[in-house]
């Protein structure tokens, strides 16, 4: 085994040793193939977070792009991470497109709010790019994926 792959392999099993109980019963690799599948692109950000206190127990998406500090749609900035905050806490939900560019070339889509069936969950996602679907298809899809791999029971 080459040495790169010997520490993805380690890494991989550290993060699966330390995963979340919040996400029991649901396979992290088949949620994220799920997410990837519906909204992948290198500009999505997903974070599923404990309802109240907003801590993170799985995020879809690199470092950069779940850190970016894009237009809120309503005059501000925001994180992602202050969206699922701000969900965390009052368990509104949040659908939000705008432009992200000055020239309008490009948006941000919004999406936040409790996941059905688990109401010690709540997620938050932005997209951001050139072809952005508006936050509530962004929300849309993102429900069909939990189903999909039994995060929302039906």
């Known amino acids: 085994m080459n040495g790169r792959l010997a520490l993805a392999t380690v890494l991989a099993l550290g993060l699966s040793a330390c995963s979340p109980s919040a996400l029991k019963g649901v396979d992290a690799g088949a949620l994220d193939a799920a997410i990837n599948a519906t909204i992948g692109d290198p500009g999505t950000c997903v974070l599923i977070g404990e309802a109240g ?4 127990v799985h995020r879809f998406g690199s470092n950069v792009t779940c850190g970016r500090v894009l237009p809120a749609c309503d005059g501000a900035t925001r994180t992602l991470e ?3 905050h701000l969900t965390a806490k009052g368990r ?3 659908n939000a497109s705008c432009a992200s560019s000055p020239d309008g070339a490009r948006s941000v889509a919004w999406a936040a709010g409790p996941i059905e069936t688990r109401d010690e969950l709540v997620y938050a996602a932005a997209m951001e790019g050139p072809n952005t679907p508006p936050g509530v298809v962004v929300a849309d899809k993102l429900k ?6 039994g995060l929302i029971q039906r």
């Open 144 to 149: 069909n994926a939990f189903v999909k791999v």
């Open 92 to 94: 509104q939900a949040v």
């Open 82 to 84: 202050d969206l699922l």
């Open 53 to 56: 206190s907003g801590d993170t």
